[in-house]
């Protein structure tokens, strides 16, 4: 079946603007993950849902940055007024479950580039 | 402090040589150790866990408490192994999140 799917692809902003990321986890999956990477740097959690509702938002770097999901499926990551070091490729993965008891499944990710 | 280390940006050997890939982890309880890769142009995927004790493509990994290592082995590299590698852990101090090491890009030289 279809995997975890994220648009856009690419993302260029001017700073200051407000960007929207999507995520499409695979169908069933009631766990979804956001994570950051950046150059060089390994996966940076940022936020953790279990159907609609987030249990887990403390790897959210500032108050800039905010999420939601909604009929436990789509996922929505906002930056509002991006700063350049926003820049990263920005991951979801979804599993059956939480708790790690099971298997992460990455989307393409979002490469955001904030000029 | 909860923390996955991967000493090593780069790992170069030649097809037919043993690979191996090294992480250490700082952790106060009892962690659940992951190895992603992501081979060129493609997703982030699991390729082992310490629970499951399977040898995926050749790989294992085994769970050292006392050297808090879960270093990465395969005894005879092959150039589809070249990509990226990740050592990872969760455990109840990281409320189950994934804590990613920075990665290891390895290549297998012809």
């Known amino acids: 079946g279809a995997g975890v799917s994220q648009s856009p692809s690419n993302k260029v902003t001017e700073k200051g603007k407000d960007v929207e990321l999507r995520c499409d986890p695979i169908s069933g999956h009631t766990a979804l993950y956001w994570y950051r990477q950046s150059l060089g740097q390994g996966l940076e959690f940022l936020i953790y849902?279990?159907?609609?509702?987030?249990?887990?938002k403390s790897g959210l770097p500032s108050d800039r940055f905010s999420a939601e999901r909604t009929g436990g499926s789509v996922s929505t990551l906002t930056i509002q007024r991006t700063q350049q070091e926003d820049s990263a490729v920005y991951l979801c993965a979804s599993s059956l479950g939480g708790m790690n008891l099971y298997e992460q499944y990455f989307g393409p990710g979002t490469r955001l580039t904030v000029t | 402090a909860q923390r996955v280390t991967q000493p090593e940006k780069l790992l170069s050997v030649f097809k037919g040589a043993p690979v191996e890939l090294k992480c250490n982890y700082s952790?106060?309880?009892?962690?659940?150790l992951f190895w992603y890769v992501q081979y060129s142009r493609q997703r982030l995927q699991l390729l082992l866990r310490h629970i499951s004790r399977e040898s995926i493509k050749g790989f294992t990994a085994d769970l050292n408490k006392g050297e808090t290592s879960f270093h990465l082995k395969k005894p005879f590299a092959q150039e589809e192994d070249s990509a990226m590698y990740y050592c990872a852990l969760s455990g109840m101090d990281s409320n189950y999140q994934l804590i990613w090491g920075a990665g290891t890009k390895l290549i297998i030289k012809p």
């Open positions: 849902f279990q159907g609609n509702s987030a249990p887990d």
């Open positions: 952790y106060s309880g009892s962690p659940e």
